[in-house]
């Protein structure tokens, strides 16, 4: 069975500092998708990356960087250069390739990030 | 082109009474999902249909439960005989078909049932 765990239940920091949300995955699979959304207080989730197991090359987009390694089963989300507008709730998410083509997302419990100004 | 949009956005209901929610995909997006998320966890994944077929239920999806995707646009989840541990914040995603960066899942603003 998949699990994802965000050991992180809150977490603080002031504005402009860097801060790395981390995410540890289970799946028995060889094939699967990393994905890490944003929840702010407005309750919509957002896209924000998607990785598969077969690309463990780090990815930066502007201030946002993650970096996937197989050998820990971890996919950490760092943010340089915090701001308010970050504050929100990051879902780490895995998906296996299921039967039918069910990309059924299997979230972690969620790590609340407070930017403090 | 518009998000995904969901029907109520809240929705208060007492011990008992059915409810029914409603979920408008990202139009030619042929596969929906419905995610169940209470306060303090993520989402759990209820049902996933492509086009109008339902193809997978979680056992979280009690016999309470149905939903449907008649002609394989909107999708409606019923609740019966509602409990106050559905209460809960119901989500509803769409994506196209296929495996890539271009297909993940869009969430919709959710709709938020309070059973009292």
């Known amino acids: 069975a998949q699990k994802v765990t965000q050991a992180q239940t809150e977490i603080s920091v002031v504005e402009k500092e860097d801060v790395t949300l981390d995410c540890v995955y289970e799946t028995r699979d060889t094939t699967y998708y990393l994905f890490w959304y944003k929840q702010p207080p407005s309750g919509e989730l957002v896209f924000l990356i998607r990785?598969?197991?077969?690309?463990?090359q780090n990815e930066i987009s502007g201030r946002y960087s993650w970096n996937f390694q197989k050998s820990t089963s971890s996919f950490n989300f760092t943010i340089t250069a915090s701001q308010v507008v970050d504050s929100a709730v990051y879902f780490c998410a895995l998906s296996e390739a299921g039967n039918f083509g069910n990309e059924k997302l299997t979230f972690g419990t969620g790590t609340r990030l407070t930017i403090i100004p | 082109d518009t998000g995904v949009s969901q029907d109520p956005r809240h929705k208060i209901t007492k011990r008992g009474q059915n409810v029914t929610f409603r979920c408008d995909p990202i139009?030619?997006?042929?596969?929906l999902y419905w995610y169940r998320q209470t306060l303090g966890q993520g989402p759990e994944f209820l049902t996933y249909f492509q086009n109008e077929a339902q193809l997978e239920k979680s056992r979280l999806l009690s016999d309470r439960f149905s939903a449907e995707r008649p002609k394989g646009s909107f999708s409606t989840l019923e609740i019966q005989r509602t409990e106050q541990g559905d209460s809960a914040m119901y989500l509803c995603a769409s994506s196209e078909e296929g495996f890539g960066p271009q297909y993940e899942q869009y969430f919709g603003p959710g709709t938020r049932l309070t059973v009292t």
């Open positions: 139009s030619e997006h042929n596969r």
């Open positions: 990785r598969n197991s077969f690309d463990e």
